[in-house]
Nanobody, 116 residues
């Protein structure tokens, strides 16, 4: 099993930046991909960005050019750098990990609020 803990959320004005972190523990060596999802009030959870072993990161169209997903070499921590934030980015952001055996883990979420 993989345990995930997010941090770095908060309140920021439109046009500002935040960096989210997701610390992974447990069976880190079994991780195939890690991702950030978000869920705005009354909306379904949606994929924001994903990074996989041996592959290029992919992003939701709404965040391309503004958000960057990255990780450390040991897959201990995954980051989401969010620039030029918009009020529409307001949501709870969740970290996600998928192992080679297709086990899925979620963090508890961190709130991001962008004021106009």
């Amino acid at each position: 099993q993989v345990q995930l803990v997010e941090s770095g959320g908060g309140l920021v004005q439109a046009g500002g930046s935040l960096r989210l972190s997701c610390a992974a523990s447990g069976s880190i060596g079994n991780i195939y991909s890690m991702a950030w999802y978000r869920q705005a009030a009354g909306q379904p959870r949606e994929l924001v960005a994903r990074i996989s072993r041996g592959g290029s990161p992919n992003y939701a169209d709404s965040v391309k050019g503004r958000f960057t997903i990255s990780r450390d070499n040991a897959w201990n921590t995954v980051y989401l750098q969010m620039n030029n934030l918009e009020p529409e980015d307001t949501a709870v952001y969740y970290c996600n990990a998928v192992t080679w055996s297709a086990n899925v883990s979620w963090g508890q979420g961190t709130q991001v609020t962008v004021s106009s």
